[in-house]
C-alpha cells in the first residue's frame, strides 16, 4: 500500500481549508467589506507554492488518527503565512508587486489583519474549553514575537562577522517559530499532554529551520537570487565565510555587500557558494539537522497513516539540490 503523501492529505483538505478562511472573513460581518476585499485580494496574490498547510493535520492526526478537527489551524496557517511573506517581500524591497486592486497602503493593513486578528478570531470562535482556546491565543502571540525577533537578526546581518550559528539563531525566530506555533496549536487541540506538546513544539523549530534551508536552495535554483540581491547573510553564505581562508574573508563579505548592485558580484559570489567545500559543510548542516527531526519523530511516533508523510516533509526539506 503506497504511504500518505502530504500532497495527497492537501487535496484532501484545501477545500475545507479554504472553507475554513472564507468563513472568518463572512463571520466579519457586512460592515467588514472592505477588510473582506482587501485580504481576499492578498491571499489570491500570496499564493504558498507547497502547500505546507497540512503540517498541523498531520500532528493533530498522528495523535488522534484523524486530522479534519485541525482544518482551522490549517486556515491560521495560511493566513500567517500570507501575511508574513508579503511583509518579508516589503522588507526586501525588490520588486514587490501590490495585488491587484490594492493600494500599497491597503495590501499593508490586509497584511497586519491576516496575520493577527484574523487567526486569533478564528481560534476564539473554536467551540473548545477556555483553557484551550487561551493556550492557542497565546501560540500566536508568542509565534510573532520570536518570528520578529528573528526577521529583524536576518535584516542586520553583519557580513564581515557572520557564523553558521547566528544565522541558525536569525532562522529559529524567522521561520522557526511559525512552525513551532502550529505544531504546538494541533498537539494542543489532539489533547496531548505537556511532554508530547513540547516535543512537537521541538519539532516544529526543527522543520521550520530545514525549510529555510531549503527555501534558500530554491532561491538559487529558480535564478530569483532574491538573497543575493537583498545582501542576506544565509546560511549557505556564512558556510562559504567558514570554509575560506582568513586572508581571503574580506573579499567574501565585500561580494556579499556588493551583490545589491551589481551583477558580477552575484556572479562571482554564487560561484563561490556553489563551491565542493562549501556545499559538503551545508550538507552535513542540513544532515544534523535532517536527524534532529528524525529522532523527534520517532520519539513521538504516533498513527502510523500519517508519520510517514511528516518525514516525507523533512526528507525533502533536507535534501542537497544545490549539486
Known sequence: MTPLSYVDLHRQFSSDIDAEIAAALDDLGPSSGAVRRSVSRLLGHQQMKYPLSVVPLLVHAAETGTPLPAVPLSAVHVLWWTSACYLDDLADGHGTRTPDGLGTDEALLASVLSGQALPIRVVQTQPVPDSVR?????????????????????????????????????????????????????????????????????????????????????????????????GTVTHLLACALEETPTAARARVAQLGVATRSTE?????????????????????????????????????????????????LVGQASGLYLR
Open 264 to 312: 558580477q558580484a552575484r556572479t562571482e559570489l554564487r560561484a563561490l557558494l556553489l563551491a565542493p567545500a562549501v556545499l559538503r559543510r551545508y550538507e552535513r548542516d542540513l544532515a544534523a539537522f535532517r536527524d534532529e527531526a528524525y529522532r523527534l519523530l520517532d520519539e513521538l511516533g504516533g498513527d502510523e497513516t500519517y508519520v510517514p508523510a511528516l518525514r516525507q
Open 134 to 230: 487561551n493556550a492557542l491565543t497565546g501560540e500566536i502571540v508568542n509565534c510573532w514575537i520570536h518570528a520578529v525577533e528573528g526577521q529583524l537578526r536576518d535584516l542586520r546581518g553583519d557580513v564581515e562577522n557572520a557564523s553558521r550559528d547566528a544565522v541558525v539563531a536569525a532562522y529559529r525566530g524567522k521561520s522557526g517559530a511559525p512552525f513551532r506555533m502550529i505544531t504546538a496549536m494541533a498537539a494542543i487541540l489532539s489533547g496531548a499532554g505537556t511532554e508530547r506538546t513540547e516535543l512537537w513544539r521541538e519539532f516544529g523549530v526543527v522543520f521550520g529551520i530545514l525549510w529555510q534551508l531549503f527555501n534558500d536552495q530554491e532561491d538559487i535554483l529558480s535564478g530569483r537570487d532574491e538573497d543575493l540581491r537583498n
